[in-house]
């Protein structure tokens, strides 16, 4: 089961118009004929499998607007990818995917607390570069994956309960418009667009870079705990009594995941279920371990420990572990859970079978649910508890239509407990579709609609959860 695009056929891009492209590139330009072209095409989630009419491969910022220009100059839609980690709509032959992936460059001011970070850097590149100043971005996903592309959806992580999302702190993004324009944007310039591409999940056009506010965390208390799985249904009620006390300091998330190589890294050779809490007080002081304390008595623990530690190492603890791999992900934004919605959780990963999947329960709360000082189109979450997100790997065919099952019967028994706004960054797999998207965009979405119309009228950029497509366009 996958999400393929139509095999590229019917685009023919004239011989002349492609040579004088691909002279004005920094990059390189590839045609489904070229060798190169289907590792071009390659995302981390391998359920997207892009078949465009031509691939550019941004070896520079200018080969953003000038594939834009080229696209708008043969009616081609634009797909961006970087390091494809999110689950979009697959780039067919009316297209052409702009792959930013090479353009991965980081400059940090610590000064000031600003990091500039171009469109193909992954989390991981702005972390090496700021935890020796003691600094860190409001990273969000893997470590491994697009910086830009989290902000572009919001962008939840670690140190969101402390400070908010990834996109209510960013001081600048340039971008390149549908008519090939390259803004500069800011609270103080374009403002409009500048809200709008801060959870408008890359509709409006193509960031170049983003400038970046950094926060103070150079160490952290906390740990990831295991347990036996035996044990979910009592670690979850645990952790659903404890986290409602927590201060705004405290990030956690429960996962319960079939992976063979995770459980094989912990030796769990009978069963390949593993449930773990990963914690993190981001200001650590003398009532850390106190604080903490409570995860410690859950259940019995298998592996782990809590100690402070560096906040990179942290990071890394966080980390979403995995390979490219073909998922079919889903994701819920819920209230305070009761006792039938931990059972209906514990239940999801009784399911027996081969199949191989994860669920993550992430604490929201604190900064999440007010009004950032600069707040973007993705909104805040008052009255938000927690963001429940399960994937199923389509690649492990053993158990996946039994999987699949039990997935969406966890969304329809946890519908009573479902907050009335999602958000733009968790839109993905079968949540593509219109009344997601509206879901996720909520008070924002006349808004976007608005600078849909106004910076991209013709839908070029139709391969994210297009607000046209939503709106019955």
């Not at 697009?146 to 402390?162: D, K, M, N, T, Y």
């Not at 912990?266 to 003398?286: C, S, Y």
């Not at 782990?304 to 942290?314: E, I, K, Q, V």
């Amino acid at each position: 089961m996958s999400f393929d695009s139509i095999a590229p056929a019917a685009t023919a891009l004239p011989e002349a118009a492609l040579h004088n492209f691909e002279h004005e590139l920094v990059g390189s330009a590839l045609l489904p004929r070229h060798n190169a072209y289907a590792a071009a095409c390659a995302s981390f989630e391998r359920s997207v499998a892009h078949r465009p009419a031509l691939v550019v491969k941004a070896g520079a910022s200018e080969d953003v607007s000038a594939a834009v220009r080229f696209a708008g100059d043969h009616g081609l839609g634009v797909a961006v990818q970087s390091s494809g980690h999110g689950a979009c709509v697959p780039a067919d032959d009316s297209g052409l995917l702009l792959s930013t992936r090479e353009l991965r460059g980081v400059r940090v001011h610590p000064g000031t607390r600003w990091a500039r970070v171009h469109a193909g850097a992954r989390w991981v590149d702005v972390l090496n570069a700021t935890s020796r100043f003691g600094l860190a971005p409001l990273h969000c996903g893997a470590l491994n994956s697009s910086a830009v592309s989290g902000l572009l959806g919001g962008g939840i992580g670690p140190l969101s309960r402390r400070y908010g999302q990834t996109a209510d702190h960013v001081e600048e993004i340039r971008v390149v418009t549908a008519d090939g324009s390259r803004l500069v944007t800011s609270a103080r310039e374009d403002s409009g667009l500048f809200w709008g591409l801060r959870g408008g999940r890359g509709q409006l056009g193509v960031v170049t870079s983003a400038t970046l506010e950094l926060v103070p965390v150079p160490v952290v208390y906390g740990g990831t705990l295991t347990f036996d799985p035996a044990d979910t249904q009592k670690v979850l009620t645990r952790y659903a009594q404890w986290v409602a006390d927590v201060p705004d300091t405290v990030a956690s998330r429960l996962s319960l995941r079939r992976l063979p190589a995770l459980s094989a890294a912990l030796r769990h050779a009978n069963d390949p279920l593993v449930l773990q809490i990963t914690v993190l007080d981001v200001e650590p002081g003398p009532t850390s371990e106190a604080l903490l304390s409570p995860l410690l008595g859950a259940a019995p623990i298998v592996d782990g420990s809590l100690d402070r530690m560096p906040y990179a190492a942290a990071a890394r603890d966080w980390d979403e572990p995995g390979q490219p791999v073909a998922t079919l992900s889903r994701a819920l934004v819920l209230r305070r859970l009761g006792k039938e919605a931990l059972g209906a959780i514990a239940s999801f990963a009784k399911l027996r079978g081969g199949h191989h999947f994860s669920l993550t329960l992430h604490h929201m709360g604190g900064a999440l649910a007010r009004r950032a000082v600069l707040p973007g189109a993705a909104g805040y979450f008052p009255g938000a508890e927690f963001a429940l997100r399960t994937a199923v790997h389509l690649d492990h065919t053993q158990g996946v239509r039994a999987a699949l099952q039990a997935q969406e019967a966890l969304r329809t028994e946890l519908a009573p407990w479902v907050y009335p706004k999602g958000s733009p960054g968790f839109l993905s797999g079968l949540d593509l579709g219109p009344a997601a998207a509206r879901m996720a965009f909520g008070p924002s979405w006349d808004a976007l609609r608005a600078l849909k119309d106004l910076y991209d009228p013709t839908d070029m950029f139709r391969y994210e959860p297009s607000l046209n497509a939503a709106y019955g366009h």
